[in-house]
């Protein structure tokens, strides 16, 4: 099996639309989360979680990132192919701008 990291993007920053939410939101959308995750289980190496505040460094430079990614899960499949078709019904698809963005996890030469 293949491992990714799969990033989860939105033009709304997690923590803002978490604030924005009412708590009867909040629930649905774990809810859909709860219920993706079932389905597709044997595929989850680890869920992740909503990310935010981000810092970006550059050079001697520290200053505010302008990250859209709003959280990650890693996921193992046979191929990036099934794994697409896994995520195309994931719940983050209904997320403000939201877009999935899946990265191949590859092996370190000599490690």
């Known amino acids: 099996m293949k491992k990714f990291l799969v990033l989860y993007k939105s033009s709304v920053p997690a923590a803002q639309q978490m604030a924005g939410a009412s708590p ?65 019904k994931h719940p983050h698809q209904h997320a403000p701008g939201g877009s999935i963005e899946i990265l191949e996890m590859m092996p370190m030469p000599e490690m």
Do not use: C, H, Y
Request: net charge negative.
């Open 24 to 88: 009867e939101q909040l629930k649905a959308g774990m809810d859909l989360w709860k219920s993706w995750a079932q389905q597709a289980q044997r595929s989850i190496v680890d869920l992740g979680m909503p990310l935010g505040n981000p810092t970006k460094i550059e050079g001697t430079s520290v200053q505010q990132g302008d990250s859209k990614v709003a959280g990650f899960s890693i996921l193992q499949a046979e191929s990036q192919k099934a794994l697409t078709d896994l995520l195309m």
